[in-house]
């Protein structure tokens, strides 16, 4: 929670499968997990359930995408 809560947004959203939003993300499973960077570029996705476990390894990784893409 902490590292969500210092560096993204989270959000939660409720979609179904015919919403244009769940189109233009391409979101085919629920749940999905989207990390998007502040520009709107899709780091990550992660279809289905994911563990907290995950997510914080998720969330790593897309902070070092981030970062590279930032130097």
């Known amino acids: 929670i902490g590292a969500l809560s210092d560096d ?5 959203i409720k979609l179904s499968p015919a919403d244009e939003l769940a189109k233009q993300l391409k979101v085919t499973l629920f749940p999905t997990t989207i990390i998007i960077s502040t520009e709107g570029k899709i780091l990550d996705y ?13 969330l790593d990784a897309a902070t070092a995408v981030r970062i590279a893409s930032a130097e």
Do not use: H
């Open 8 to 12: 993204f947004v989270p959000a939660q």
């Open 46 to 58: 992660a279809r289905g359930y994911i563990s907290a476990n995950q997510l914080n390894q998720r």
